[in-house]
């Protein structure tokens, strides 16, 4: 916090940056052209994103929320709202940020006081105290537009009575200028934090501040998912950038160091020991990296694929239809992928050994600014009993969703397992998909008698379900790469080539981890609940 103007300077060179990254035109990549952007789809901007994300994170939060602030506005808001507040945020020069959690209200968004008082003049009041609001005050634009849950006076209580408004930083005057005597949205404070330290994860305070109500009353929690599973797919972005560093970190390093000799006989004979991408349990280290992030990047550009249809869609059905596919898929993106880049960030400093664990490398801020990702935007606990409670065992008819992506994964395997390149991969991805299918259904049979089951089973669950979802990405990806590989020239023969053991190994080293996933999410949930709570850790 920079107390000479209450507000927070960003680390040097971030302005800078910034302000080539608006020049270009990258913060409008798909937004609509009649609001000031270029049109483009938004698969694209994901593309755009991870190489951002990958270079820097930190730096990346600030223009990448301002996508969810702009597609709330767009799909929720009134014209005016559109006209007024997406223009500036697709050229960069104003930013977007979303205000959900209160001290008292993290997850458990019930509990919600933020209040908002309309006024005769149609706009509200707000008041209340958001924390843990990323990127929510900043010295790279000239206004940051808060998207914030609040309640009227005549709201029901939980949920069902939150409602979503827009809070600028500066109130906008009819004449479209900035009104900046008076902030009509400050900074307490600032956290400071494990990692993504550049990012400011700021205290907001609302005091009686002017806000405009964003869609219908009481709807609000409906309205701001359109933001959340944005930052959420955001987030699992930056699971694939932190991969994606990580790896690129590692190869360098274990293709140049040196230590002790292979155990199949010496390699580097000039050198005093072989370069340790020899020893197998590197060449572990570096393959799983290389395995996950790939096969997460074709998943999420699969969810890109969905996005595209989903904004071109003519109809409310198609719509919905499109939204509910990447719904299922934006729960592993975000919990699984997450996850298994804590593994990729812990191998790249596990392969550099002690080297890997002090600051001149670099590989410690990785694993550092990588270890938030489990947690914001839902922590993965959540992400796994939303995939198993919401989307599919409570969706109606239950299980719909797992049934139309399982019918396509053995689509699939039907067609192509005559292959014989491709009929032990098939035959293998086929009996996981069957029996994920299968554990669904007994999971299902199970809550029925005892509904805990939901709770016990749904983080095993989710990585089965990631295993299995990279597997399908690793079949299709195999399958072009042995069709392609025969006509191939240059360069293009040893990247199909790679493609194809890189599969080879996802198969053999990394899927047959669901088994034990498979295993664990059956047990009974008395083996978790029946300890008293006071027995788990005695303090007295």
């Not at 799983?288 to 998943?299: F, S």
């Not at 194809?500 to 609940?529: E, I």
Request: hydrophobic share 40%; with cysteine; aromatic share 8%.
């Amino acid at each position: 916090i920079n107390a000479e103007y209450m507000g927070v300077t960003t680390p040097a060179g971030f302005k800078e940056a910034y302000a080539q990254y608006i020049e270009a035109g990258w913060t409008g990549l798909s937004v609509p052209t009649q609001y000031g952007g270029q049109g483009l789809p938004a698969s694209l901007s994901l593309a755009r994103t991870e190489l951002v994300a990958t270079a820097n994170w930190t730096w990346s939060m600030y223009p990448g929320l301002s996508m969810g602030a702009m597609e709330t506005v767009l799909l929720h808001g009134t014209e005016e709202l559109k006209n007024t507040y997406v223009p500036p945020m697709a050229a960069g020069t104003w930013t977007g940020v979303m205000d959900l959690t209160e001290s008292q209200a993290g997850t458990d968004l019930n509990q919600v006081k933020t209040k908002a008082i309309p006024q005769s003049d149609g706009t509200y009041r707000v008041t209340g105290e958001k924390i843990f609001i990323s990127c929510g005050e900043h010295d790279m634009a000239e206004n940051i537009v808060h998207i914030v849950l609040a309640r009227l006076p005549d709201a029901p209580p939980g949920t069902r009575g939150i409602s979503l408004f827009l809070v600028p930083k500066y109130v906008v005057k009819a004449d479209g200028t900035l009104d900046k005597s008076k902030k009509n949205v400050v900074t307490s404070s600032i956290e400071h934090k494990m990692g993504i330290k550049g990012s400011s994860t700021c205290v907001v305070v609302f005091d009686e501040a002017v806000g405009y109500l964003i869609g219908t009353a009481n709807k609000g929690l409906k309205h701001m998912f359109t933001f959340m599973n944005l930052a959420r797919l955001g987030t699992g972005i930056q699971g694939i950038g932190t991969m994606e560093l990580a790896l690129q970190n590692s190869v360098p390093y274990v293709r140049e160091r040196t230590s002790m000799r292979a155990l199949s006989g010496t390699k580097d004979k000039d050198k005093g020991g072989d370069r340790i991408i020899h020893h197998p349990d590197v060449r572990r280290m570096v393959l799983i990296q290389k395995a996950l992030v790939e096969g997460g990047r074709a998943l999420l550009y699969r969810v890109g694929k969905l996005s595209d249809k989903f904004m071109a869609a003519k109809t409310e059905k198609e719509q919905n239809r499109y939204e509910d596919e990447m719904g299922l898929y934006t729960p592993v993106l975000k919990g699984f992928l997450t996850e298994v880049s804590q593994e990729a960030a812990y191998h790249g400093q596990q392969v550099y050994g002690g080297h890997g664990y002090i600051k001149e490398w670099g590989m410690e801020q990785i694993a550092r600014d990588a270890r938030i990702s489990t947690m914001y935007e839902g922590t993965t606990g959540i992400q796994a009993i939303d995939l198993l409670g919401r989307k599919l065992l409570t969706s109606k008819p239950p299980l719909r969703l797992l049934s139309g992506y399982a019918k396509e994964i053995l689509g699939f395997c039907a067609a192509n397992v005559t292959d014989p390149k491709m009929t032990r991969m098939c035959l293998t991805l086929a009996g996981y998909t069957l029996q994920w299918v299968t554990l669904t259904t007994r999971i299902l049979a199970k809550a029925a008698r005892n509904k805990e089951i939901v709770g016990s089973a749904s983080y095993p669950y989710l990585f089965y379900s990631g295993y299995v979802m990279l597997a399908h990405q690793w079949a299709v990806m195999a399958q072009v790469a042995h069709k392609k590989l025969p006509q191939a020239k240059g360069d293009d023969v040893e990247f199909y080539r790679t493609k194809l053991q890189t599969a080879d190994f996802y198969y053999k080293w990394l899927l047959p981890r669901a088994r034990g996933y498979k295993k664990v999410m059956l047990n009974d949930p008395k083996t978790l609940l029946d300890m008293k709570e006071e027995s788990i850790c005695p303090l007295d």
